[in-house]
């Protein structure tokens, strides 16, 4: 069974650097796709940046060249972090952990519909 757990989330000025990171275990490695999503109350969930287990990454374009996902398998548990850097307000959000397992092991795109598997989200907020 798949268990997610964020944790890293807080506040920082805008200009600045945050990395949160989420435990994932019960993944099949191989066989699945992980991802970051983020989300505003009032406003659907949206796709931030996805890893595949070949390692192939995508970044959702207003992220691009500011956040970078990692992907770590230690003890049975992936460890997905997300540094993010350049930091702005418009980034202030609820971030979510996505896990699909099994599979190809390739991911489908930014479709929060794809992923099974939610962690509990963490706060990340940017001050002007």
């Not at 374009?61 to 956040?67: A, H, S």
């Not at 997905?80 to 350049?86: D, F, G, N």
């Not at 702005?88 to 971030?95: I, L, R, V």
Request: net charge negative; hydrophobic share 30%.
């Amino acid at each position: 069974q798949v268990h997610l757990v964020e944790s890293g989330g807080g506040s920082v000025e805008a200009g600045g650097s945050l990395r949160i990171s989420c435990a994932a275990s019960g993944v099949t490695p191989l066989q699945h796709c992980l991802g970051w999503f983020r989300q505003i109350p009032g406003k659907e969930r949206e796709g931030v940046a996805i890893a595949d287990a070949y390692g192939n990454m995508e970044y959702a374009d207003d992220v691009e060249g500011r956040f970078f996902i990692s992907k770590d398998y230690a003890k049975n548990t992936y460890t997905l972090a997300l540094q993010m850097h350049s930091l702005t307000p418009e980034d202030t959000a609820m971030y979510y952990c996505a896990a699909r397992s099994g599979g190809s092991g390739y991911c489908s795109g930014f479709y929060s519909s794809y992923f099974p598997n939610w962690g509990q989200g963490t706060q990340v907020t940017v001050s002007s």
